[in-house]
Structure formats: C-alpha cells, structure tokens
T-cell receptor, first 117, second 115 residues
C-alpha cells in the first residue's frame, strides 16, 4: 500500500516570498491533516479536512497560510508571504473516516522541510 | 496546560540494553489513546505502539512495550535490546475522543544508542 506522498522534500525561500506544498493521502482515507513541526518541538496541527471540507483550522495563521483539498483527495498548503518563523517541517497525514482515539491506520508523510532566509 | 510532557530531551543507551522513555499526559476525557512515534533524521513519523485508555493490559509490539499507569497519567515507552537503528527522536502523543482526531505531541526525546 502506498503511503502519504508529499512534495517537495526541501524548500528554501526568502522571507516575503510565497511557497506551496502538496500532499496525496492514502487511497480511501477521507481525513487529511497538515501539521507544522518547528525544530525541537512536536508536530502541531494546522488544519484538518474531512473529504473536501474543513473540520478544524483553529490553529492556522489565516493571514498568511491557506489550504485546500481538491476533490477530496490531494491537498495543497500555501504560505504567502513567508516569515522567518515559518521555518519548519510541514507534515501531512491521513486517516480513515470517523472519529476515534484508537489506532486506525493514521499515517504521516515524510514531510517538507522549509527554510526561510 | 501541556497535554503531553516528555521531560528527557536526550537519552543514551548501550547497545543491547533496555531503555525507558518517559511520558506523562493530561486529559479530562474518559476515552483517549496514547501513542509513541519514532522520527529518524529522514523526517517521517513512524508509528510504534498504541495504548487505549480502557485497555487493562500494557501494550507490546516486538521490542517495544508501553508501561501504562492510568492513575499517574503516565505512558512510558520501554525499548528492550536496543539496536543502533533505534537512534532517533521519539514522540509521545495522545488523541481524545472529544477533540476529534488530531494528535497532541510532546516535545520529544532524542535517543542515541552507543555501540
């Protein structure tokens, strides 16, 4: 079974530029998540989609971050304009539909490492 | 308040020895799950082990076991017979039924296995 695909793996941009990340979840996983992991910290949820609808975006800095999920499958996360503090690894994850605290095959991608200079 | 606390920024263990990574959690939800993930330098989050709040037995997966003490709200990871490939960051995480499917992660513990 293919895992969660993310691209690019690495990106270096200057502050005030824009950048976009792409994620393709596991086939059949209705729920998709974007996490931000700053160096030395654990991942923090930015946004959660159920199919192509937003379930939770309470921690997404909406003045500069945006995300969409095309046709309930692939998703893109955009930052415009980027700040130095946006340097982090951006992880995408997906899980089957439903709400459970149990293990359900929730899978993370390898992440995109963003450096803003 | 932090939902997940990992107090060991770095740990060292001799190859073939066992090591315990500490994790405490905070929740008022009666139904929750506790997880451990391994993150090597390549960046992916690798699922290791899961413990449900209603599980009475400690979870085990191969060389990994989870020492679950519900009253103390702790969920320590024990790695037996450490291998060089175990060197990585380890994250404790929690999911709660009431707050949806997002994970709450700790700050991680960097484990180094010494030959």
């Amino acid at each position: 079974e293919a895992g969660v695909a993310q691209s690019p793996r690495y990106k270096i941009i200057e502050k005030r530029q824009s950048v976009a990340f792409w994620c393709n979840p596991i086939s059949g996983h209705a729920t998709l998540y974007w996490y931000q992991q700053i160096l030395g910290q654990g991942p923090k949820l930015l946004i959660q989609f159920q199919n192509n609808g937003v379930v939770d975006d309470s921690q997404l800095p909406k003045d500069r971050f945006s995300a969409e999920r095309l046709k309930g499958v692939d998703s893109t996360l955009k930052i415009q304009p980027a700040k130095l503090e946006d340097s982090a690894v951006y992880l995408c994850a997906s899980s089957p539909p439903g709400r459970t605290p149990e293990w359900d095959g929730y899978t993370f991608g390898s992440g995109t490492r963003l450096t803003v200079v | 308040a932090q939902k997940i606390t990992q107090t060991q920024p770095g740990m060292f263990v001799q190859e073939k020895e066992a090591v315990t990574l500490d994790c405490t959690y905070d929740t008022s939800d009666q139904s929750y799950g506790l997880f451990w993930y391994k993150q090597p330098s390549s960046g992916e989050m690798i699922f290791l082990i899961y413990q449900g709040s209603y599980d009475e037995q400690n979870a085990t997966e191969g060389r990994y076991s989870l020492n679950f003490q519900k009253a103390r709200k702790s969920a320590n990871l024990v790695i037996s017979a450490s291998q060089l490939g175990d060197s990585a960051m380890y994250f404790c995480a929690m999911r709660e039924r009431d707050t949806g499917n997002q994970f709450y992660f700790g700050t991680g513990t960097s484990l180094t296995v010494i030959p």
